[in-house]
C-alpha cells in the first residue's frame, strides 16, 4: 500500500517556526524510503503525523487510498518501530512480540506460530520467556523490530531504530534490517539523522532541512547530483566540496587558477562549484599542498590547500608525498547560485 | 566492601526491632492474663497467654463497631482517593497544561491548614448536608486529607513510564484505555500500592477530625482516644494491639506490589 501525505503542516505550541512547512510526499507500494536531515528538521514530526501520533494542522495522510488524516493511530493499520524500542518491560519477549497479534484477537495457534516466526526472522527464537531486563541493547531492538513485523501490517515505519545501538552493531543490523525488509516487501518509512544509513538502506531518499524536503531520490543521485549546497554538504563522507569561482568563457577562474568547465549562460558571474572528494584527481597540473594525509584502509583521505582554500581529497592507498597537482574532471562539477545556494542546471 | 555490608545488615536489624519490639511488647501484654503484667520482673516471653483481656475489650460498647468503621472508612478513602487521584497524577505526568505549576503547590495547600482548623466549618456544612456523624463524611475528609500525596506519588510513577510505550500500545491496535491498562498500570501497581498503604495508614491514624465529626460512628482510634485514657492498665494494651493489628495486615497485602519496585518490573 502506498502513503501519501498532502500540504502537512504542523507548527508546536512551543516553537514559533513550523515543524514541517507544507510537505508533500508520497511512498509507493512496497518501497523503502529513507527520511534523513539534522535533527529538528521535521522528520521525526513528519513520521509521527503518518503514524497517527501528532495531528497536522493542516493537510491530509492517505495510506492505500484511504483518507486517515483524522483516523487515531490503531486504526491506520500500520506498524512502527521507536527510537526507544520501546517495548514493554512488564511482559516477556513473546508477549511483546505478539502484543499487536494480541489487540487483533488472533486465535491462540495462529498467534504462536506468527510469533515464532517473527521472532525466528530475528534471531530472538532461544529468549522468548526472557524479560526485556534479561536482555542486550542489541536484542531489545530485535525485539522491538519482531513486534513491529509479527502484525503483518501494511506500512512500517521507523523512527531512528538503529541510533541507540553501538556502531559495530549497527552496521551488521542495517544490512540485517534491509534484508528482511526486501523480503517482507512492506511498504517502509524510515527517519534516520545519519546519512550513511539513509545511502544504504533507502530505494529513495529525501532530505529534510527545516521542515522541507530539499531533495527527494534515488540514494546514488541525491549523492551525485545534490539540489542543493545543503544537500551536498550533509549526504556522503566525507561531505562535497565546495568554493567560489568566477565562469569565463567556458572556465572557472579560482584566485590565479584557471581550469575547463562551468555553467552556461553564467558569463563573468560569480558561482560555487561543488565536488566530490572521490572526484578530484591528484596527479595533474593545479598545485595544492598536502596538509593531512588520512589513511582509511582502502582509501586515503588527504586534506589539501589550494587557492581556492581548503579540499578534501579521496585518492587511492598508499599516497605519499607533501605536493599534488589536482585535476577537477568537467563532468564531475556541480554548479550553485551562491545567493540562494540551489543548483544550476 | 563485605565491612560496609556488615554496617548495613546491623543497621537494618537495628530499625526493625525499633519497629518490632513495642509491637511485639503490646501483643505480649494484650494476650497474657491481667495478674501476670503486675509481676516483678515482667516477663518477656509468653508464658501466662489468656484471652481474656482481648475478649473482655472486643466485647466493650463501640470497639467492635469503631474498628469496622475505621476499616469502612479506610478502604473507602483508598478506593475514593484513587478513582480521583490516578487520573490527576496520570494528567500532571503526561500534559502540559497552563497552570501546572501553580496546580502542584495549590495541591500541598490543603495540607498547610490544620486539622482542627477545617473540622469546625466541615462539621458545620456536613451537619447541614446531612452527612456528620456518618462514614461517607470522614471518607470524604480523609480522601482530602490524602489527595495530594495520592496525586504527586502516582504522577511522580507515571513519570517513570515511557510515553512511547503508550504510544507503541497505540500503535499496535489499543484503544487510549486499553494501553493505560495493559501498559501502564502493570508498571505503576507499586507506586499505586505505596500510594494506597500511605492513605490506608492516613486514615486509620486520622483522629482529630474523625473525632470532630462524629459522635456515634467513631473510628476504632477516635473511640479508643475517647475512652482508653479512663480504662485500666490491660484494656490500653488491648486498645493498642486493636490499633496495630489492621494496619499491619494491609502492609502485609500491600507489600508484595510495593517489593516489585526493586524486581524486574519496573525497567
Redesign the interface.
Known amino acids: 500500500m502506498n502513503v501519501t501525505v498532502k500540504n502537512l503542516v504542523k507548527t508546536y505550541p512551543s516553537g514559533n517556526r513550523r515543524a514541517t512547512d507544507d510537505i508533500s510526499l508520497t511512498v509507493e507500494d512496497g518501497e523503502f524510503l529513507v527520511l534523513v536531515g539534522p535533527s529538528g528538521c521535521g522528520k521525526t514530526t513528519l513520521l509521527r503525523m503518518v503514524a497517527g501520533l501528532e495531528t497536522p494542522d493542516s493537510g491530509t495522510v492517505t495510506i492505500g487510498g484511504r483518507d486517515v488524516t483524522a483516523l487515531p493511530a490503531r486504526e491506520r493499520g500500520l506498524s512502527m518501530v521507536f527510537q526507544s524500542y520501546a517495548i514493554f518491560p512488564h511482559l516477556k519477549v513473546r508477549q511483546n512480540i505478539g502484543f499487536g497479534l494480541t489487540m487483533r484477537k488472533v486465535p491462540r495457534a495462529e498467534w504462536d506460530s506468527r510469533v515464532r516466526r517473527a521472532a525466528e526472522l530475528l534471531d530472538l527464537g532461544d529468549y522468548l520467556d526472557r524479560y526485556p531486563a534479561q536482555l542486550s541493547g542489541g536484542q531489545r531492538q530485535r525485539v522491538a523490530v519482531a513486534r513491529a513485523i509479527a502484525v503483518d501490517a501494511d506500512v512500517l515505519l521507523m523512527d531512528e531504530p538503529l541510533s541507540n545501538l553501538d556502531a559495530l552493531l549497527r552496521m551488521q543490523f542495517r544490512a540485517e534490517l534491509k534484508k528482511i525488509v526486501a523480503r517482507l516487501g512492506t511498504t517502509t518509512l524510515y527517519v534516520t539523522h545519519d546519512q550513511a544509513e539513509a545511502m544504504s538502506l533507502g530505494d529513495r531518499v529525501a532530505v529534510l532541512r527545516d521542515g522541507r524536503i530539499d531533495q527527494l531520490g534515488t540514494p546514488m543521485a541525491v549523492y551525485s547530483r545534490p539540489a542543493s549546497q545543503f544537500v551536498g554538504g550533509f549526504l556522503g563522507a566525507p561531505p562535497m566540496n565546495f568554493f567560489p569561482a568566477t565562469v569565463s568563457s567556458g572556465r572557472l577562474q579560482v584566485g590565479d587558477v584557471s581550469f575547463p568547465g562551468g555553467p552556461s549562460g553564467w558569463e563573468d558571474r560569480k558561482v560555487l562549484v561543488g565536488i566530490r572528494a572521490e572526484a578530484i584527481g591528484v596527479s595533474a597540473d593545479i598545485p595544492g599542498t598536502v596538509e593531512v594525509a588520512e589513511p582509511t584502509g582502502a582509501t586515503t583521505l588527504l586534506t589539501v590547500r589550494w587557492a581556492g582554500g581548503e579540499l578534501k581529497v579521496q585518492t587511492a592507498a598508499g599516497f605519499e608525498g607533501s605536493e599534488v597537482g589536482l585535476s577537477f574532471p568537467p563532468a564531475a562539477l556541480r554548479f550553485f547560485d551562491p545567493d540562494t545556494s540551489l543548483a544550476l542546471h | 566492601m563485605t565491612g560496609r555490608r556488615w554496617v548495613i545488615q546491623l543497621l537494618c536489624v537495628l530499625v526493625s526491632l525499633f519497629m518490632a519490639v513495642p509491637i511485639y511488647l503490646i501483643t505480649l501484654a494484650a494476650l497474657s492474663s491481667r495478674e501476670s503484667l503486675d509481676r516483678f520482673p515482667l516477663p518477656l516471653l509468653p508464658t501466662s497467654l489468656s484471652g481474656e483481656t482481648m475478649t473482655t475489650f472486643l466485647r466493650s460498647t463501640g470497639v467492635v463497631g469503631g474498628l469496622i468503621n475505621s476499616i469502612t472508612i479506610g478502604l473507602s478513602t483508598v478506593v475514593l482517593s484513587l478513582a480521583i487521584g490516578l487520573p490527576a497524577g496520570y494528567a500532571l505526568a503526561r500534559y502540559a497544561f497552563r497552570g501546572k505549576d501553580a496546580y502542584q503547590i495549590g495541591l500541598l495547600l490543603t495540607r498547610a491548614l490544620p486539622i482542627v482548623v477545617l473540622s469546625v466549618p466541615l462539621g458545620r456544612t456536613f451537619l447541614d448536608l446531612g452527612l456528620y456523624d456518618t462514614t461517607y463524611g470522614v471518607t470524604l475528609l480523609h480522601t482530602a486529607l490524602a489527595l495530594p500525596t495520592t496525586i504527586l506519588i502516582t504522577s511522580a510513577i507515571f513519570l517513570g513510564v515511557?510515553p512511547?510505550?503508550e504510544?507503541?500500545?497505540?500503535?499496535?491496535?489499543?484503544?487510549p484505555l486499553?494501553a493505560f491498562v495493559r501498559?501502564v498500570l502493570?508498571?505503576a501497581l507499586p507506586g499505586i500500592a505505596a500510594s494506597a498503604l500511605f492513605t490506608f495508614v492516613l486514615s486509620w491514624n486520622e483522629v482529630l477530625g474523625a473525632s470532630i465529626l462524629t459522635l456515634g460512628r467513631r473510628t476504632l482510634p477516635a473511640q479508643l482516644l475517647a475512652t482508653l485514657a479512663d480504662s485500666p492498665l490491660a484494656f490500653r494494651f488491648a486498645g493498642g494491639l486493636a490499633l496495630v493489628l489492621p494496619a499491619l495486615i494491609f502492609i502485609a497485602i500491600v507489600r508484595r506490589y510495593l517489593l516489585n519496585m526493586w524486581g524486574?518490573?519496573?525497567?
Open positions: 515511557p512511547e510505550q504510544e507503541a500500545a497505540m500503535i499496535f491496535g489499543a484503544s486499553v501498559v502493570p508498571q524486574t518490573t519496573l525497567r
